[in-house]
């Protein structure tokens, strides 16, 4: 999600189940260092998952839950866990545990360092207080017809202190625009009712507009056999399609793709929507007057980051487990936004100002189908300096994406959303080279006080991160952009390259971020997963540690 204001906050709903996970085999998550892509040799089965929680000290309360797998091409085994207490969901309660390929414990990795421990998991305060509560911190942040379809969870809260026994209760509604659909995540204390935490679930691009279409898109009917088709689209010029024959000619769905859709939700902001078919399999004509222009970008940029995952980051989608999301065009009205959607693995794009810049450039669909393997590993959870992480690695996949396309109408570069136009004036949405230069309070550096902004500004200090790693500090003219980043202290950083520090962040975030990584924590992370990639002593190591005293995060 891209915003521009603290209204578009957003974190993830851990969904876990209680009792020991058995995996038998799939690797969820294939890192770049000749990570396997193939099923894990050995069995991860619930007898493993209890020896490993008893290995760690965890009290008899608890019991791990898998979530998932890499395994490197030395061997190691990066097994991440989710945690139940008595039962119950432990939020923020998150490890992973790595081992060698001997099957000894190298080290563990964990969202918190506090035992998971509460005096009773009785709560004083009932249900329906914590469910008051909900609605009235709702209706306080401007929801319209704040509702809970969902009796409130109770759980254990364990992010950024001690645990203690918790409701979650999400309220949906309308936010404040009137258009956008509201789910408001509320963590209140069990036993005091006290309000501990507050997030919107909803991901927006722009102008702090939230959204989610809140249905499931129509899955595509009569589908039987591939074809290749050709899009005109807006911001990518003439592309190929992988279409699918149906009853109708041509249905835009890329079976070689995880079934990849585009749907049409003809400007409603509810429904199913309709898949997109076409009788001669030609599609668009590049003006957003067409209605299946905004289409062919969406699909295009669907597929391009699917391959960009399959073919650079050797992951099969965002789960990888070779299912796609749907992308959904024309929601609403000239409605500036576009938003990833956990609960209905959708992407779902606006047609912008005057339904004339719809927000489906290459970067944009790539930021935000990243937002779902970001959810789908280390779960950054959406505020402070996690959520500034996890809005950065949007950006940071979302630029590779755009690169690794090589598409000469949408070149390569460190500006994010250059092509949507969301301000009207023709600048992008974000600067990675220098991220101040929004002037809208993305920060250049790390200070104490940076996990105190909106998510969306706190990730330029990722984005600067990512950038000086690429292509170091100064200035200079890359594929026709001039950029000139500096660093905190005027000292002088030389980039290795993208493609390598792609590869560092993506086996940082698979590998050894969890649901609370701080800034701190990211360069810890990133340190060791460039000491996996490269060694202990090599250049890349060491240009790990530079970019980040750049950005002012020094151990």
């Avoid at 040799?41 to 890499?70: C, F, H, N, W, Y």
């Avoid at 990518?236 to 769905?253: E, F, I, M, P, R």
Wanted: proline share 3%.
């Amino acid at each position: 999600m891209f915003s521009l204001s603290p209204a578009g906050s957003r974190a993830r709903r851990l969904a876990l189940v209680s009792g020991a996970a058995v995996l038998t085999g799939t690797l969820l998550a294939a890192g770049a260092s000749g990570a396997s892509a193939g099923p894990v040799p050995e069995r991860v089965d619930s007898t493993s998952v209890a020896a490993t929680a008893l290995s760690l000290g965890l009290g008899g309360e608890e019991q791990l839950v898998v979530k998932d797998v890499i395994k490197d091409a030395d061997g190691t085994v990066h097994t991440r866990y989710e945690r139940t207490y008595a039962g119950l969901p432990v939020l923020g309660g998150d490890l992973v545990v790595h081992r060698g390929a001997d099957g000894a414990v190298k080290d563990v990795t964990k969202a918190t360092e506090y035992d998971i421990k509460v005096a009773s998991v009785t709560p004083k305060l009932s249900p329906s207080a914590a469910h008051s509560a909900a609605v009235q911190a709702a209706e306080a942040a401007n929801t319209t017809g704040a509702a809970t379809g969902d009796a409130p969870r109770k759980v254990i809260w364990a992010v950024g202190g001690k645990p203690v026994l918790a409701y979650e209760t999400v309220v949906t509604g309308t936010q404040h625009d009137g258009v956008t659909p509201s789910r408001l995540r509320v963590i209140t204390d069990a036993n005091t009712g006290q309000k501990l935490y507050e997030i919107q679930l909803i991901d927006d691009i722009a102008d702090g507009i939230t959204a989610q279409g809140g249905s499931v898109a129509a899955k595509p009917g009569g589908a039987q056999v591939g074809a290749v088709g050709s899009g005109a689209s807006q911001y990518s010029g003439t592309v190929s399609l992988n279409t699918t024959k149906s009853s109708k000619g041509y249905d835009l769905v890329d079976g070689l793709r995880g079934g990849s859709s585009t749907v049409d939700l003809k400007h409603r902001t509810g429904g199913t929507g309709t898949v997109f078919s076409d009788a001669d399999n030609a599609w668009g004509n590049g003006s957003p007057a067409n209605n299946q222009t905004a289409a062919v970008d969406a699909a295009y940029g669907a597929a391009q980051t699917w391959d960009f995952y399959k073919n650079v980051l050797h992951r099969n989608g965002i789960k990888n487990d070779g299912r796609a999301p749907v992308s959904r065009v024309h929601y609403g009205n000239a409605y500036q936004n576009a938003f990833w959607d956990d609960q209905s693995f959708t992407i779902t794009y606006g047609d912008g100002a005057s339904n004339q810049h719809p927000l489906t450039q290459l970067d944009v669909a790539g930021h935000e189908f990243s937002h779902g393997v970001t959810s789908a590993t280390a779960n950054l959870q959406y505020s402070g300096e996690s959520g500034g992480l996890n809005e950065a690695t949007s950006d940071i996949f979302g630029t590779a994406v755009e690169w690794n396309a090589n598409n000469a109408q949408d070149r390569g570069d460190y500006l994010l959303g250059e092509k949507i136009d969301i301000f009207g004036n023709g600048k992008p949405l974000r600067y990675q080279d220098k991220p101040s230069k929004d002037g809208r309070g993305s920060a250049d550096y790390w200070s104490a006080g940076v996990g105190n902004l909106d998510v969306h500004y706190s990730s330029g200090v990722a984005n600067h991160f990512f950038y000086l790693l690429s292509e170091g500090s100064g200035a200079k003219d890359i594929n026709g952009v001039h950029y000139d980043s500096p660093t905190v202290d005027g000292s002088t950083v030389a980039g290795i390259g993208r493609d390598k520090a792609v590869q560092i962040w993506y086996k940082a975030l698979t590998a050894y971020f969890t649901s609370t990584t701080d800034y701190h924590g990211a360069r810890a992370g990133t340190l060791k997963a460039a000491t996996d990639l490269y060694g202990a002593n090599s250049a890349e190591v060491k240009a790990v540690d530079a970019a980040w005293a750049g950005v002012n995060v020094k151990p």
